[in-house]
């Protein structure tokens, strides 16, 4: 058996009812593993964009590929080769942790201080999803109370 | 015109020259049956459970080429009809499927008869729609009925809400559909043509692996001609019965889990297979990784996703059958020397000799097959045959001599018992001159036997021939072989009086255990014209063979039972 490896491809569709569970019934029924997916209106179309993130090897990915085509509301499937990929994260610590420290690293990751209130301190990264990981990691020792990931977004470069 | 959706709903089906509907009504759906009611463009069929209208509309644009069309309600109508959609889906049938909803105001609320239709139609149909403004109904019905018999065929839902059945709106049914989305490619590309008739000119064993894509296609002409001007052998699958005639030397037999000898053989010794609509379904294939090993594959299909799915092809062919194989007839005419097979037609010959399709008459029971074979010599190109699923269905697929494409009805995707009968009374409808045999089991008959009250009230008949084992004698084959012969529930001892039972309804039932009981039977009900349950006593423990076990090698068959 071939290797499942990580891949991410972007699905064009229209933008009407009951589009998102196609695809996402699609995936279920057939087993395709789905990491994260993002989906968002393209703006001044009536298409949205959907960004998958999945694994397979080079023979579930085609399938994948053309069953999504199949689906009525499909426009074009991107299976991305050279991309450029970001994802977001949100992190809540706790009011208690150093503050310019937390600034430190999120600036490492581009990323920022985005709320601070009376209990807790709310940073932002945008970076590689694997970048993304590493900050992760990184901020453990601050005591994150909450976590939030956006998925990826991707463009062929 | 300003008219409302449920006279929208008739529009449409006249302007899709639609001439039967099969239905069920309730009360989601009640505005367009009181439309049915003043209309006088279509018949409806109303059968007696939602299941068998589906059904029904199979078996009839199974055997017409039509779209098929069954009228259900909402909640249990509709969940009643999701094992036609299912089977349609899974068999690539062109058929639409009207549904009614709650009113719009009370979605989502559990109403009365609510259910989320599409929601559970989305996986078992090729689209489907929730209507949400009469507006849309004229635009969503054309795409439905382009959807379902473009491409790869398939079921499409339309499920509207009583409301929008009320509501007035503008109809315009002349607009062209316009899916910028949806466009089958139906032509293929002419290089990849002509790459793959060099591989058949240059190959030394080539096989042709016929699949109901060809009946679908109406390609059956087309393929025939093929065939016969290349010299090459085919093997056919369950659903590509009838695209070559039973006595055409090039036909070997059907290939797969229950194929014949030669069949099989010849798939695991050829250096080429020329796929043609089939999709490699795993009853045929058995195990993969041994499937037509020393093959490269030549793959015709309409669907992309049906090519290197689970064989890779080295010439994948995207397009409509009919325009792909009179390429192929175009270029064959220069490239393809028949008497380059002859030596392979010879292996397979031998192996057609070593072991043909064949069974053990027995001198006090009836053998199923011979029943089938007997149909054949009485009607032969006259009936349309379809069948339920278990032995009986494989028996008469092996047995029957076909003689013509949409002949053959059958459930084979989903493999649904219950099929034949209300597929049976849809083929009728479509074909009435020809008489429509329905060979089914004392289990399956049972699955959608109230359909016996459509069949006489719309004086359609159909003769069921039931091949009576006493048994689910698929299910109890199984567990003979792979199961120690631990019957669990599969002993059907105790029936119905069978031809009470037809005769309740007001059919004919006949019950026969011999040779001239049989004759005698089909013969009267053929005459009398009417529908017909025939009881045929048959040889309890007979096995279907040969048999590959799941997950087998095609080369390896179990020829033959023998009692341990
Ligand atoms: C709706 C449905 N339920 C269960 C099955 C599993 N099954 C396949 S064949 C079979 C036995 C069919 O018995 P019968 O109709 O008597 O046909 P026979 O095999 O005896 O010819 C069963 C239970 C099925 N195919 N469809
Ligand atoms: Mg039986």
Known sequence: ?157 | MQISGAQMVIEALIAENVDTIFGYPGGAIMNVYDEIYKQNSFKHILARHEQAAVHAAEGYAKASGKVGVAMITSGPGFTNAVTGLADAYMDSVPMVVISGQVPMSLIGTDAFQEIDAVGISRSCTKHNYLVTDAADLARILKEAFYIARTGRPGPVHVDIPKDVTAQIATFDYSKPVELETYKPNVNGNVRQIKKAMEAIAEAKRPLFYLGGGIINANAGEEIRKLVQMTGIPAVETLMARGTLRFDDPLLISMLGMHGSYAANMAMSETDLVIGLGARFDDRVTGKLSEFAKNAKVIHVDIDPASISKLVNADFPIVGDLKNVATSMIEIAKTTVDKERYIPWLETVANFNRLHPLSYKEDTVELKPQWVIQRVGELLGDDANISTDVGQHQMWTAQFYPFSRPRQWITSGGLGTMGFGFPAAMGVKVADPSRVSINFTGDGSILMNVQELMTTVEYKLPVINIILNNNYLGMVRQWQTLFYNKRHSSTDLSVQPDFVKLAEAFGGIGYRVSTKEEFDAALKDAVEKNVVAFIDVKVHRLENVMPMVPSGGSLFNMMLEYKEK
């Not at chain 1, 959907?50 to 509301?73: A, C, D, F």
């Not at chain 1, 991305?80 to 949100?90: I, R």
């Open chain 1, 1 to 157: 058996m071939e290797e499942a490896a990580r891949r991410v491809i972007s699905v064009i569709v229209i933008n009407e009812a009951s589009v998102l569970s196609r695809i996402t019934d699609l995936f279920s029924g057939r087993g395709y593993n789905i990491t994260s997916l993002t989906v968002a209106p393209i703006p001044e179309s009536r298409y949205s964009r959907l960004t998958i993130v999945t694994s397979g090897s080079v023979r579930v990915m085609e399938q994948i590929t053309k069953q999504l085509h199949k689906l009525i509301p499909v426009l074009k499937v991107i299976e991305h080769a050279d991309l450029v990929e970001k994802e977001m994260a949100l992190v809540k610590f706790p009011i208690t942790e150093n503050l310019s420290d937390i600034s430190a690293l999120c600036s490492a990751y581009n990323g920022n201080i985005v709320n601070v209130s009376e209990e807790v301190i709310i940073a932002m990264v945008a970076d590689e999803p694997k970048r993304v990981d590493y900050f992760l990691a990184a901020v453990k020792r601050f005591h994150p109370k909450e976590i939030v990931r956006s998925g990826a977004v991707a463009l062929e470069r």
